[in-house]
């Protein structure tokens, strides 16, 4: 387990950039990992985690949050309007609004349910043709749209194309969300974190790094 390693290379990145450690969210992303490399990481009383699936999330969280307490749950994979209500109960932020029906799913739950988990817009920042996300030049009327149904928008995520440095696409993120007004930025993993710390992201999405290679 080398949390304690990934959040000293935190502090220390966040130092190099003149940020400040609180703002910046180390999310454990624990999809696809066995209980024996999670279990660890929860006694040593780490408690915001990320997952990619629904259906899976929901099939180990509730054991784990029964025997550990109160857990923050992030959802940082595309959820189906089918799945919305489910991840509501289940997430405390959703990093994966990529879509008007999804938003509009999303509103019409959180008035029923009287409340709604944070959520980040993913933009697809490589303008990727398989990749989920709201292409750049379409972010700002997005994320309009989403305001203007009271959806608690925080801020935005990205995924970077693979063989792309990362960096440039965490300054096109970081101005996008300057330009609306969101605070949160939801970008780097496990092999460009202390890149996107440098960036500006408040929500570092590392999974490998802490847990080991998933199978
Ligand atoms: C799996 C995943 C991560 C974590 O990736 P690592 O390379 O293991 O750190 C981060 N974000 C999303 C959206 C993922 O699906």
Same mark, same amino acid.
């Given at each position: 387990m080398s949390l304690s390693e990934i959040q000293q290379r935190v502090t220390l990145a966040a130092r190099k950039a003149g940020r /400040?450690? @609180?703002?910046i969210h180390l999310i454990a992303?624990?999809? @696809?990992?066995?209980e024996s490399r999670v279990l660890p990481v929860l006694e040593a009383g780490h408690r915001l985690f990320g997952e990619n699936r629904v259906q899976e999330a929901a099939g180990k969280w509730p054991d784990w949050r029964g025997r550990f307490g109160e857990v923050d749950l992030h959802l940082l994979g595309p959820l189906q309007t089918n799945k919305a209500r489910q991840a509501m109960g289940l997430f405390? /932020?959703?990093?994966s609004l990529d879509r008007p029906k999804l938003a509009r799913t999303l509103a019409r739950l959180a008035q029923e349910m009287g409340s709604c988990p944070q959520l980040f817009v993913q933009v697809n920042t490589g303008v990727e043709p398989q990749k989920a996300g709201i292409l750049p030049a379409e972010a700002d009327a997005f994320i309009a749209e989403a305001r203007g149904m009271d959806l608690p928008v925080t801020g935005l995520m990205c995924l970077p194309p693979?063989? @792309?440095?990362p960096a440039a696409h965490f300054a096109l993120l970081a101005q996008i969300a300057a330009r609306n007004g969101l605070s949160d930025l939801s970008m780097g993993m496990s092999d460009d974190f202390e890149t996107a710390i440098a960036r500006g992201a408040t929500h570092l999405r590392v999974g490998s790094a802490i847990f080991g290679a998933r199978r």
């Open positions: /400040a450690d @609180e703002s992303v624990s999809k @696809e990992q066995p405390q /932020a959703i990093h693979v063989d @792309e440095d």
